[in-house]
């Protein structure tokens, strides 16, 4: 059974910082991509950042790009999302996913059960 659990949201001030980590359990990271999406007041969910099975190729939405970093311990089975130079358009429940289909992003079979992260101005 694949199971994965997020953790790291929270409050922060806009221009500030987050890390987020998906704990993976079920399936190796070293063999299947997983990625990041977000859901905002409102919207569609949409994809965030993916991070490939060899763990050398990534993945940004045009809103991340710069400022969010997504890499793995395969060590820990766990993939994280690092947030930098946060915005309050960045206020989203945040989502992992595997396995999203590369390039296309579209998203896996499997969620989290998310994780809020709310930035403010």
């Known amino acids: 059974q694949v199971q994965l659990v997020e953790s790291g949201g929270g409050l922060v001030q806009a221009g500030g910082s987050l890390r987020l980590a998906c704990a993976v359990s079920?399936?190796?990271?070293?063999?299947?991509?997983v990625g990041w999406f977000r859901h905002l007041p409102g919207k569609e969910r949409e994809f965030v950042a993916a991070?490939?099975?060899?763990?050398?190729?990534?993945y940004y939405s045009d809103p991340v790009k710069g400022r969010f970093t997504i890499s793995r311990d395969d060590a820990k089975n766990t993939v994280y999302l690092e947030m930098n130079r946060l915005k309050p358009e960045d206020t989203a429940v945040y989502y992992c996913?595997?396995?999203?289909?590369?390039?296309?992003?579209?998203?896996?079979?499997?969620w989290g059960q998310g994780t809020q992260v709310t930035v403010s101005s």
């Open positions: 991070l490939d099975w060899l763990g050398f190729n990534t």
């Open positions: 079920g399936r190796s990271v070293r063999r299947y991509a």
């Open positions: 996913n595997t396995a999203p289909t590369l390039p296309s992003t579209a998203p896996g079979e499997y």
